[in-house]
């Protein structure tokens, strides 16, 4: 008889038992590096589930815990990459887990009573320093968490009415959307992130947003593709939030710095009809996925005070397919986002290494719903256009993608090359491997070079302008210039 080291071998060279090893000490290195970087009971509620194309996948069992270690994310991955050099880690990615943990926090018996919360104190701050303030706000952040999932163990978590408890912690008043009858939000899976929250009673998910309807910005831009621009331009609605977490977001001050007004169904439902007396082509919602009860009802009212123009849906296609359902009886033309098939570039720079999966279902699932139909004066009432944001240094992963849509999508949707993209200004180390050049007129040629050969007509190319001069800033009433739109609302 072989002993059991004896069957490995034989099984196993020994790099790969070598590899095996080190991934073992991977997972198993989670605490004491959560405890090195101060990160208090992380051990207990996240975790490393997965190591996949040099991508840590950790996995949590509330929203805020991730919202914890997405703070530390670059300080973590740089931990990682120090201990483990051999196993060439690039990221990490968070998600929540579908399953909860073993209970850190026992339910008490019904003879003892919980300890009351200790009381809150000011604290002086004026002379810390910003670590220690930062330190500070991570502690009561990581406290807050503790407390709620004691309160979850005790059975009063529901006892305060959902929106006297919305009120007191968030000051939004959801009446005026009436969100308590939105069962979409009330265990929140409208994105793959599935977070689960209750955001009809102000708990929040990865996107940020509780269940109020948030806009930055709306107004008529005349920068879109020719069938959605027209002669008259396109009235855009900017949404407050995102689910995806792109590290060099053009809109970053509504998608990352919670840029936005809460608005109820009324004023929403002004806003599109402003925009259809103004001029305006069609409506055109920007980055709505965390908000699609809200803006489904607000567009299905519309409609019965005097809408008529097309609705499109303008979003990054990180969305479930039963998200979409929901927009079969409002949305006319759909615009969304192809942004990689690369699952490591999908987690490096967008924080979803599942993106190109739930991206491609979610297309497909439009171009069954919707078929190209223009009207009279050209403008698209019904289809499918499909953008890919062209990364510089890295033109494989947009090979991949337009192979994709030619195998795919072509006689079914347009295309939409974007060259725009804008190398970002911080260098926060997470970035340190985004594309640090605009795209040059090599690799522009390049790109048509192969729009050429996989047959691609049907659609639109941006011409080449390396510049940022049509970055959008959110802080002005008009956050484009004044030739590219006109303001019509604004935060």
Same mark, same amino acid.
């Given at each position: 008889?072989?002993?059991?080291?004896?069957?490995?071998?034989?099984?196993?060279?020994?790099?790969?038992?070598?590899?095996?090893?080190?991934?073992?000490?991977?997972?198993?290195?989670?605490?004491?590096?959560?405890?090195?970087?101060?990160?208090?009971?992380?051990?207990?509620?996240?975790?490393?589930?997965?190591?996949?194309?040099?991508?840590?996948?950790?996995?949590?069992?509330?929203?805020?815990?991730?919202?914890?270690?997405?703070?530390?994310?670059?300080?973590?991955?740089?931990?990682?990459?120090?201990?483990?050099?051999?196993?060439?880690?690039?990221?990490?990615?968070?998600?929540?887990?579908?399953?909860?943990?073993?209970?850190?926090?026992?339910?008490?018996?019904?003879?003892?009573?919980?300890?009351?919360?200790?009381?809150?104190?000011?604290?002086?701050?004026?002379?810390?320093?910003?670590?220690?303030?930062?330190?500070?706000?991570?502690?009561?952040?990581?406290?807050?968490?503790?407390?709620?999932?004691?309160?979850?163990?005790?059975?009063?978590?529901?006892?305060?009415?959902?929106?006297?408890?919305?009120?007191?912690?968030?000051?939004?008043? %959801? +009446?005026?959307? #009436?969100? =308590?009858?939105?069962?979409? @939000?009330?265990?929140?899976? &409208?994105?793959?992130?599935?977070?689960? /929250?209750?955001?009809?009673?102000?708990?929040?998910?990865?996107?940020?947003?509780?269940?109020?309807?948030?806009?930055?910005?709306?107004?008529?831009?005349?920068?879109?593709?020719?069938?959605?621009?027209?002669?008259?331009?396109?009235?855009?609605?900017?949404?407050?939030?995102?689910?995806?977490?792109?590290?060099?977001?053009?809109?970053?001050?509504?998608?990352?710095?919670?840029?936005?007004?809460?608005?109820?169904?009324?004023?929403?439902?002004?806003?599109?009809?402003?925009?259809?007396?103004?001029?305006?082509?069609?409506?055109?919602?920007?980055?709505?996925?965390?908000?699609?009860?809200?803006?489904?009802?607000?567009?299905?009212?519309?409609?019965?005070?005097?809408?008529?123009? %097309? +609705?499109?849906? #303008?979003? =990054?296609?990180?969305?479930? @397919?039963?998200?979409?359902? &929901?927009?079969?009886?409002?949305?006319? /033309?759909?615009?969304?986002?192809?942004?990689?098939?690369?699952?490591?570039?999908?987690?490096?720079?967008?924080?979803?290494?599942?993106?190109?999966?739930?991206?491609?279902?979610?297309?497909?699932?439009?171009?069954?719903?919707?078929?190209?139909?223009?009207?009279?004066?050209?403008?698209?009432?019904?289809?499918?256009?499909?953008?890919?944001?062209?990364?510089?240094?890295?033109?494989?992963?947009?090979?991949?993608?337009?192979?994709?849509?030619?195998?795919?999508?072509?006689?079914?949707?347009?295309?939409?090359?974007?060259?725009?993209?804008?190398?970002?200004?911080?260098?926060?180390?997470?970035?340190?491997?985004?594309?640090?050049?605009?795209?040059?007129?090599?690799?522009?040629?390049?790109?048509?070079?192969?729009?050429?050969?996989?047959?691609?007509?049907?659609?639109?190319?941006?011409?080449?302008?390396?510049?940022?001069?049509?970055?959008?800033?959110?802080?002005?009433?008009?956050?484009?210039?004044?030739?590219?739109?006109?303001?019509?609302?604004?935060?």
């Amino acid at each position: 008889m072989k002993k059991a080291g004896d069957l490995l071998t034989y099984f196993f060279d020994q790099k790969t038992l070598s590899s095996m090893y080190t991934s073992s000490k991977l997972f198993s290195a989670w605490p004491s590096i959560a405890a090195k970087h101060k990160i208090a009971a992380a051990e207990t509620h996240t975790r490393v589930v997965e190591f996949d194309r040099r991508v840590l996948l950790i996995e949590a069992e509330h929203p805020g815990w991730i919202q914890i270690l997405q703070l530390k994310q670059a300080e973590l991955v740089r931990e990682f990459q120090s201990r483990f050099p051999e196993l060439d880690i690039v990221g990490i990615s968070f998600r929540l887990s579908r399953t909860p943990f073993t209970p850190s926090i026992q339910t008490p018996t019904p003879t003892s009573r919980p300890a009351p919360p200790e009381p809150l104190v000011e604290e002086n701050t004026a002379n810390l320093s910003d670590k220690e303030r930062f330190d500070r706000s991570m502690k009561r952040l990581e406290q807050s968490i503790i407390t709620r999932e004691q309160a979850r163990a005790r059975g009063d978590f529901n006892k305060e009415p959902p929106k006297e408890r919305w009120v007191k912690l968030h000051h939004e008043d %959801p +009446t005026p959307l #009436n969100a =308590s009858t939105w069962t979409e @939000l009330k265990h929140c899976m &409208l994105c793959p992130r599935h977070c689960g /929250v209750n955001r009809t009673a102000g708990e929040r998910g990865y996107c940020g947003e509780s269940a109020t309807l948030r806009l930055a910005s709306a107004g008529i831009h005349k920068g879109e593709e020719p069938p959605i621009t027209g002669t008259r331009g396109s009235g855009t609605i900017f949404v407050s939030g995102c689910n995806l977490g792109c590290t060099f977001c053009q809109n970053y001050q509504i998608s990352h710095e919670a840029m936005g007004r809460a608005v109820d169904i009324p004023e929403f439902v002004a806003i599109c009809l402003n925009l259809q007396n103004q001029g305006a082509e069609n409506i055109n919602i920007v980055t709505g996925t965390h908000a699609i009860p809200a803006l489904v009802a607000g567009l299905k009212q519309a409609r019965t005070e005097g809408l008529v123009i %097309p +609705t499109l849906w #303008n979003s =990054s296609a990180y969305e479930s @397919l039963e998200a979409l359902s &929901l927009l079969n009886d409002v949305i006319d /033309v759909y615009l969304p986002d192809l942004k990689t098939l690369d699952t490591n570039l999908a987690a490096r720079f967008f924080n979803a290494p599942d993106y190109p999966e739930y991206a491609t279902k979610a297309i497909l699932r439009m171009l069954d719903t919707r078929t190209l139909k223009t009207a009279p004066n050209s403008t698209l009432t019904s289809g499918v256009i499909i953008r890919h944001l062209v990364l510089p240094g890295y033109l494989e992963a947009t090979r991949a993608t337009l192979r994709w849509f030619a195998e795919q999508c072509k006689g079914r949707a347009l295309i939409s090359i974007m060259t725009q993209y804008t190398p970002p200004k911080n260098t926060n180390t997470q970035l340190k491997d985004a594309p640090k050049h605009f795209m040059n007129k090599q690799e522009y040629e390049t790109v048509l070079g192969w729009l050429e050969e996989f047959g691609i007509e049907d659609g639109f190319y941006q011409e080449l302008a390396p510049d940022s001069d049509w970055l959008p800033d959110f802080t002005r009433y008009n956050p484009f210039s004044s030739t590219l739109a006109t303001a019509v609302w604004h935060c």
